[in-house]
């Protein structure tokens, strides 16, 4: 897939915010295994890996930051073996920073974690450099963008949730797509080159919306994962209509 990132940054240092163009911009696909076929975990991420995935998306849940238990770093060590794709963790727990040595060490290479229920959160994105790993904060749909403002430099990625997080298989919330687009200014005003995510309900519907609003990264679970289609098919959709 070509990146032209470069030539966006270049871009965007000379027009105006709103000049950046949400079609200049790469947009990639992170299959989110949350909605993956345990049983078939390994056949599932190599059809989507063959298919042209960037990165997989482990969700981890605790039960406690989410109604909701899923996995740890079992899975995780068992993805490393089996796919070449970087793996990132998206960290629905509480206490993110009493786990970060034991998923790295595990295999994962970005974390993503909560700017909610973070009492310090320069302290958890030091840690995770710390550890040589890439960086995102994600925000849940009643918290605003601009509570990203003071971290951002830090950040490698920021990651709008466009449901509440917890479970799949959820209807996108359009509420969140002007977030979306005031996360994409306060990214192109103050580190252009973090990426932004969006994580819930994106489908070859809704997928659109949120890359005009200026996500670059779609984090998708139930429209990659699903019996109605294979993974390849599934991506192939997803791809064409990201690139309407
Ligand atoms: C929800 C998770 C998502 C989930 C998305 O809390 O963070 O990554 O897997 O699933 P879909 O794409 O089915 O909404
Ligand atoms: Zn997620």
Do not use: Y
């Not at 960037?54 to 930051?65: K, Y």
């Not at 920021?158 to 917890?166: I, K």
């Not at 819930?200 to 699903?226: E, K, R």
């Amino acid at each position: 897939m070509s990146r032209p990132r470069d030539r966006d940054r270049a871009t965007s240092a000379r027009m105006p915010i709103a000049a950046a163009t949400p079609a200049s911009r790469a947009v990639m696909l992170a299959p989110s295994i949350l909605a993956a076929d345990f049983a078939r975990l390994g056949e599932q991420v190599a059809e989507a890996e063959a298919a042209g995935a960037d990165r997989i998306h482990v969700d981890v849940m605790d039960g406690h930051f989410v109604p909701n238990i899923s996995m740890g770093t079992p899975i995780v060590e068992s993805l490393r073996r089996v796919t070449r794709l970087p793996l990132e963790a998206h960290l629905m727990i509480s206490n993110p920073d009493l786990f970060l040595d034991q998923f790295a060490q595990a295999g994962i290479g970005s974390f993503i974690v909560h700017w909610e229920g973070n009492n310090d959160l320069m302290r958890t994105v030091r840690h995770i450099k710390s550890l040589g790993k890439r960086a995102g904060v994600a925000i849940n749909p009643a918290t605003p963008a601009a509570v990203l403002e003071e971290i951002l430099q830090d950040l490698d990625q920021v990651l709008v949730m466009t449901v509440s997080p917890g479970f799949g298989h959820q209807h996108f919330l359009p509420e969140t797509l002007p977030k979306i687009r005031r996360a994409r200014q306060l990214i192109e005003r103050l580190k252009p080159d973090c990426q932004l995510s969006v994580d819930g309900g994106i489908d070859p519907a809704t997928a659109p919306g949120a890359i005009d609003a200026g996500a670059n990264v779609l984090v998708a679970g139930s429209a990659i994962f699903n019996e109605t289609e294979s993974v390849t098919q599934a991506m192939q959709r997803l791809r064409t209509a990201a690139h309407t």
